[in-house]
């Protein structure tokens, strides 16, 4: 359900994105760049699924989904460290021990929303 909801969120900044700063000028692309928290219950994969699912028949213009997977910052209780990682884990990286505390941000973030316009009566490209 949460990757439904994801996607449902990114379409929605897209089309709000396009309606408010681009609804006079023709786009050929759009291209959403997300980071998804490894602790999120959704995978990299089934949120483009998903995604490409709810944007199927938008031709044109084009929309592509970028998934990185987000750095999440952890400390050790016992060796009193700081470390970042991209896969779920419950054990420090340096002394082993499974005593720290993980401090998760939001499951998905939206990055930036990359708007390319026709080129033929266009040379713009937009980052927010």
């Known amino acids: ?15 709000e994105t396009l309606r408010k700063e681009y609804s006079d000028k023709p786009v050929s692309l759009v291209t959403a760049h997300v980071s998804l928290s490894p602790f ?5 994969q089934r949120l483009k699924d998903i995604f490409e699912l709810l944007v199927e028949g ?3 213009p084009l929309i592509e ?3 990185k997977t987000m750095e999440i910052d952890i400390f050790c209780k016992r060796c009193r460290r700081r470390s970042k990682v991209k896969e779920p884990t419950v054990v ?4 082993k021990i499974e005593d720290i505390q993980v401090f998760i941000q939001e499951e998905l973030v939206i990055d930036s929303i990359e708007i390319e316009t026709d080129a033929s009566l266009f ?6």
């Open 1 to 15: 359900m949460h990757d439904l909801r994801f996607a449902q969120q990114i379409v929605s900044v897209i089309e």
């Open 40 to 44: 999120s219950h959704v995978s990299a």
């Open 58 to 60: 938008e031709n044109p």
């Open 65 to 67: 989904l970028d998934v």
């Open 92 to 95: 420090c990286p340096y002394c």
């Open 123 to 128: 040379n713009e490209e937009r980052t927010l």
